[in-house]
């Protein structure tokens, strides 16, 4: 096989002019298309792999797949090929860095340039999910960053088409780092979308926090960590990332897929939300921990001092300015704080105070006599769930979110689609979540979590085939709306029912349009 230099000629076409990149499986070349008159960049690949008839076959296909991606954020094929033993690729040729190269430059990245980053990676996995095609790869190497600005991902299917079903080892010898894979890539297990997913989380970590989320000696045991641990909180490391932020990363690193985002519409969806220039939840910027004296590294986070009172190593406490001290007086209103704490924290744990009001906290309501011999008020357990679009084109609002509603976790959600008004760009009147209670049960208290405020929405009772008339509250209402604490809390006129419908009538604003969101609910009642 004649050696890779320049001027070599492929195809009678392509004339190679300079290596720019050289991987564990391929070299990339600036090239000149003489047919067209164009630069384009030619990626060849290892002469190991290019000799397998098995990679061979898996390669053409999945370069076909590829090759039908058009996208302004996934660089184009235009061409494959095979000449005396040298396979290879022929691409749009892209000037700029890889993100690996501006994450190596600058350490942790700000929010707001990270999200920016993102999003157009989450528009291109979109479009080759839609089509079948899973990435298996994403990294910072396959993420390319142009001199503009641009953001164009590379690479698409590569990783099926080069490993197939060789075991971990192989590919971690092969791709360099298997720092991005997910678990069950890992584990050799089927793989989907969300693998990707999972693996873009992994990279807006690094971004954030200015390091991976798992680290161990091998590239090996660190793929490994990720099937028993979960990484360090994000804002443990870096406390300036705001918590909608951090929750987006957290449920992208979900062990078990059913957990993560279900498409990379709804992470990119979330992740516009937790935009800090959309309006997200913010927190006060700190100094980076790491620059923090008197704190050491240790398994699971950073150990040492209180972050504002550890004093610089080798100075006497006279020497710290007095404004830097902590003063004995601030000990006062720490103790009433604490106090305070504690006994809102008893009062809720005993059922007679919970969350709500003008002030955050409210007594709960007393137990009634009666017919139920005045047995306080539980839990009702959410058996199950469905979405309720009937004025929809296909009668659905993302169905495979809506366990996301009732599974404990505030950092998960089932978001409506985006529209153009509150009023659902006048498509239709509304859309809901339905719940089954499993069971008859006497309903005295719907609670509603959300990510999103300002929507509007009513509470039915019954089968969606027959749902009641809109349930009223103690004091009359029919109608609510969702808090700016993210919570509302609606105690209702007891109902005998076994299901209830979250009626959503109008939508609050998100991100310059409107949706509703439910990241959990959870109803309070007595046995029927």
């Known amino acids: 096989m004649e050696a890779l230099a320049p001027e070599r000629r492929l195809a009678g076409r392509y004339v190679l002019k300079e290596l720019i990149a050289a991987g564990g499986m391929a070299f990339v070349w600036q090239a000149l298309d003489e047919v ?12 190991d792999l290019g000799e397998d008839p098995t990679f061979a076959q898996r390669f053409q296909a999945e370069a076909v797949a590829a090759a039908r991606l058009t996208h302004p954020n996934i660089i184009s094929i235009f061409d494959t090929g095979d000449e005396e033993g040298l396979r290879y690729i022929v691409m749009e040729y892209f000037a700029g860095s890889t993100l690996a190269d501006l994450m190596q430059a600058r350490g942790q990245t700000d929010p707001d340039e990270a999200i920016g980053l993102i999003l157009p990676v989450l528009s291109a996995l979109a479009l080759a999910h839609s089509h079948g095609l899973i990435h298996r790869d994403i990294k910072p190497g396959n993420v390319l960053v142009g001199e503009d600005g641009r953001v164009k991902v590379t690479d698409f299917g590569i990783a099926k088409a080069a490993f197939g079903d060789l075991d971990l080892t192989t590919t971690g010898a ?19 979308a969300r693998s990707d997913l999972y693996s873009l989380g992994v990279v807006l970590y690094e971004m954030l926090t200015g390091r991976p989320p798992f680290v161990a000696e091998t590239d090996v045991a660190t793929a490994m960590m990720r099937l028993t641990q979960n990484p360090t909180a994000p804002r443990d490391i870096r406390p300036e990332i705001s918590r909608s932020l951090e929750a987006v990363m957290i449920r992208a690193l979900e062990r078990d897929p059913d957990d993560r985002y279900s498409s990379a519409e709804a992470m990119r969806s979330a992740l516009e939300r937790a935009a800090p220039g959309r309006g997200a939840a913010r927190t006060q910027a700190l100094p980076p921990i790491a620059g923090q004296p008197g704190r050491r590294w240790a398994a699971g986070g950073w150990r040492g001092g209180d972050e504002r009172t550890d004093r610089p190593e080798g100075r006497a406490a006279s020497q710290i300015p007095a404004g830097s001290a902590f003063r004995s007086w601030m000990l006062i209103p720490l103790i009433v704080i604490v106090v305070a704490a504690v006994a809102i924290a008893l009062g809720v744990a005993l059922g007679r105070l919970q969350f709500g ?13 009666g017919q139920t011999g005045g047995t306080a008020a539980t839990p009702v357990r959410i058996t199950g769930s469905k979405d309720f679009d009937p004025q929809g084109s296909d009668h659905s609002e993302h169905p495979d979110e809506v366990h996301l509603a009732f599974d404990g976790k505030s950092s998960t959600a089932w978001t409506t689609d985006h529209y153009s008004s509150p009023q659902f760009g006048q498509l239709k009147h509304g859309l809901g979540l339905w719940v089954s209670l499993g069971k008859d049960a006497e309903v005295q208290q719907v609670t509603v979590d ?22 009223r509250s103690t004091d009359g209402g029919t109608t609510f709306e969702m808090e700016p604490s993210g919570q509302t809390v609606i105690h209702l006129q007891p109902v005998k029912t076994s299901a209830l419908l979250v009626w959503i009538i109008e939508l609050g604003p998100d991100g310059g349009r409107f949706a509703a969101a439910i990241s959990e609910i959870s109803v309070l009642g007595k046995p029927a």
């Open 174 to 192: 092969v791709l360099g780092t298997v720092r991005y894979l997910s678990p069950e890539q890992v584990q050799g297990d089927r793989i989907d």
């Open 357 to 369: 009001g003008p002030l955050g906290i409210r007594g709960a309501p007393a137990a009634s006599g």
């Open 36 to 47: 067209l008159a164009r630069t384009v960049a030619v990626k060849v690949l290892r002469h």
């Open 450 to 471: 959300s990510p999103i405020t300002g929507w509007r929405f009513q509470i039915q009772s019954g089968p969606l085939d027959h749902l009641s008339d809109p349930l």
